[in-house]
């Protein structure tokens, strides 16, 4: 028996794996995306938790509502959206923000603080 004899070949085999390659490329690369997506989406999360909690401070420390917001948006991701409110002695700094993506993802930080100098 020859050595080409041994193993048979079957002729609708040809290219096979360049097919299976080219959909396992498609997927890993979807997934890929997918991983960058959440990241960017985590990453926009606790820039709105930062940029609330720096804009409560800043209330906090009595500073104007122009500027409560503009150390908000130092912090905050781009069209990130500011509100604040007082409450009491209370102050209350609310952000929120839209990370654009194949499913657009909207997001909300809050964070409160006590005025400086307010009686307890």
């Known amino acids: 028996m020859a050595p080409s004899d041994a193993t ?7 290219g096979m ?17 997918s991983l960058l997506w959440g990241i ?12 609330a909690g720096a804009g ?6 009595g500073e104007s509502p122009s500027a409560v917001v503009s150390t908000v948006r130092k912090v905050a ?9 007082s409450e009491g002695t209370f102050v209350r700094v609310q952000v929120t923000a839209t990370v654009p993506g194949p499913l657009p993802l909207r ?14």
């Open 107 to 120: 997001l909300r930080a809050e964070a409160v603080a006590h005025e400086e100098g307010a009686a307890r």
């Open 17 to 33: 794996v360049t097919a299976e390659t080219a959909v396992c490329s498609t997927v890993l690369v979807g997934l890929a995306l």
């Open 40 to 51: 960017a989406a985590m990453t926009s999360q606790l820039r709105c938790v930062d940029a």
């Open 56 to 61: 409560a401070r800043a209330a906090a420390r």
């Open 8 to 14: 048979p070949r079957i002729q609708g085999d040809r």
């Open 77 to 85: 991701p781009r069209k990130a959206g500011v509100r604040q409110s």
